[in-house]
């Protein structure tokens, strides 16, 4: 019996622990800020400021479908966590009439 007991504590200690984590972190509203720090793009600079690197693949994605650009390979060597750009990146950018 006192087997139980001691289950039922540590149980109850580790339920506690993990709620009060979760609450912790979904309080947290803060956006993941942009990996880059240094942009040649106005419209990259700006998302970044408002609302970091989602608003940025936010905003890009949006100027592929505009630009009828179909992946994201075109210009990135590597996605997350890095988003690397291929040499050409910026001259195809403005190309298609990036600023």
């Known amino acids: 019996m006192s087997k139980l007991g001691i289950f ?6 580790l339920v506690s622990l993990g709620l009060a984590t979760l609450t912790a ?4 509203d803060k956006p993941a800020p942009c990996v880059h720090k240094e942009f040649k793009t106005e419209l990259v600079k700006q998302a970044c ?5 989602e ?3 936010t905003v890009m ?3 592929n479908k505009e630009h ?3 992946s994201c390979n075109k ?3 590597k996605l997350a966590p890095s988003y690397e750009l291929k ?3 910026l001259d195809q950018f403005k190309k298609l009439g990036g600023k």
């Open 55 to 57: 608003e940025a693949k």
């Open 87 to 89: 040499p050409d990146a």
């Open 25 to 28: 972190s979904a309080g947290d």
């Open 8 to 13: 039922a504590s540590v149980a109850t200690i």
């Open 68 to 70: 009828d650009l179909h």
């Open 61 to 63: 994605k949006a100027w």
């Open 75 to 77: 210009c990135h060597t």
């Open 49 to 53: 400021s408002k609302g970091g690197q």
